[in-house]
Antibody, heavy 119, light 110 residues
Framework: QVQLQESGPGLVKPSETLSLICAVS?????????WGWIRQPPGKGLEWIGT???????YYNPSLKSRVTLSVDTSKNHFSLKLNSVTAADTAVYYC????????????WGQGTLVTVSS | QSVLTQPPSVSAAPGQKVTISCSGS????????VSWYQHLPGTAPKLLIY???KRPSGIPDRFSASKSGTSATLGITGLQTGDEADYYC???????????FGTGTKVNVL
């Protein structure tokens, strides 16, 4: 069974960088598939942030592209999200998920982690 | 703001049926596969439907979906209290070059 678990600071100061890790178990990232990040601001819907392939190729939501960096560490079987210059609008529950990319779905999701941007 | 529009909520009694619409455009739903997700707050979203109308293993056939033109529909029959959740449609938007989700629909079991 594929399982994903997000981890990282729950509180980030405005203008700083939000950093999260998604640990994958039950599947080797090196075996393939894409791996994505999605967020949900309080009281709002889901927003795709970006997706990374196991070889490191990245695909970003154009609305966030200038501030997002995704990376993958196959030796640790995890992938990471960095979002810089955060503001209160970046406060959200952040989810990681296995992605089939494009019009194909996210089939396994993590439980999500709340990140609050506040001084 | 999402490019896919869903009704904010739908309601029905246990055992009844509900349908949830997802309205998009020619740059997203019309020429791309649609997925549907069930999300109970505080839990991981669950994939219910992919490629417009296919169910992953373990998803009961009470959940069904269809697509026509620029709209898609999720149906839930034999409604159960455990079905109370938020439901989202999702697809690819070719104009935005982005995966997009619907605005979400809260299903209430009366």
């Amino acid at each position: 069974q594929v399982q994903l678990q997000e981890s990282g600071p729950g509180l980030v100061k405005p203008s700083e960088t939000l950093s999260l890790i998604c640990a994958v178990s039950g599947y080797s990232i090196n075996s393939g598939y894409y791996w994505g990040w999605i967020r949900q601001p309080p009281g709002k819907g889901l927003e795709w942030i970006g997706t990374i392939y196991h070889n490191g190729n990245t695909y970003y939501n154009p609305s966030l592209k200038s501030r997002v960096t995704l990376s993958v560490d196959t030796s640790k079987n995890h992938f990471s999200l960095k979002l810089n210059s955060v503001t209160a609008a970046d406060t959200a529950v952040y989810y990681c998920a296995r992605d089939h990319y494009g019009a194909y779905p996210f089939d396994y999701w993590g439980q999500g982690t709340l990140v609050t941007v506040s001084s | 703001q999402s490019v896919l529009t869903q009704p904010p909520s739908v309601s029905a009694a246990p055992g009844q049926k509900v349908t949830i619409s997802c309205s998009g455009s020619s740059s997203n739903i019309e020429y791309n596969y649609v997925s549907w997700y069930q999300h109970l707050p505080g839990t991981a979203p669950k994939l219910l439907i992919y490629e417009n109308n296919k169910r992953p293993s373990g998803i009961p056939d009470r959940f069904s979906a269809s697509k026509s033109g620029t709209s898609a529909t999720l149906g839930i029959t034999g409604l159960q209290t455990g079905d109370e959740a938020d439901y989202y449609c999702g697809t690819w938007d070719s104009s935005l070059s982005a995966k997009v989700f619907g605005t979400g629909t809260k299903v209430n079991v009366l």
